[in-house]
């Protein structure tokens, strides 16, 4: 018998869902692409961008965003300790309110990077992690 696992397994590992919210609720910003921007905001996300204090020295906040908004450094913000905005909590499991419509950051998590021992790992990096495929390129 193979001790390889097959891959039925391996999909179950690293696609399954299993609605426990941990990816909702620890991020607190994902990177939206120009195309969910709008989309995002009309439904009552929080949207912003993110700038530096030290920039502020050299341009001023309206020049920030907008040098940000044509680098696609654009994010849904989470801003308090519960989370995304879309999360539901319902019999013990964690619903998206947009699941269909959800940023490509967000389709492409993995179950896997939500455990505790991965977010110890990527800490601060989380981030600019899930903006990226396997290849460090970013989502298309």
Do not use: W
């Not at 941990?22 to 439904?43: A, D, G, N, Q, W």
């Not at 959800?102 to 021992?117: L, T």
């Amino acid at each position: 018998m193979s001790s390889t696992p097959g891959q039925a397994e391996l999909n179950s590992l690293f696609m399954e869902c299993r609605q426990c919210g941990t990816c909702c609720k620890k991020y607190r910003k994902i990177l939206l692409h120009p195309s969910e921007v709008e989309f995002i905001r009309k439904m009552g996300g929080h949207v912003g961008v993110d700038v530096a204090l030290n920039d502020l020295r050299e341009n001023t906040m309206d020049t920030l965003v907008e040098e940000a908004r044509a680098e696609g450094k654009v994010y849904m913000i989470h801003p308090d300790d519960r989370g995304c905005v879309f999360l539901e909590k319902r019999n013990e499991q964690y619903f998206c309110k947009i699941y269909h419509h959800r940023p490509r950051v967000c389709k492409g998590f993995r179950c896997n990077m939500a455990d505790s021992s991965m977010l110890d790992l990527v800490a601060g990096d989380a981030i600019h992690l899930l903006g990226q495929n396997s290849f460090g390129l970013p989502l298309k």
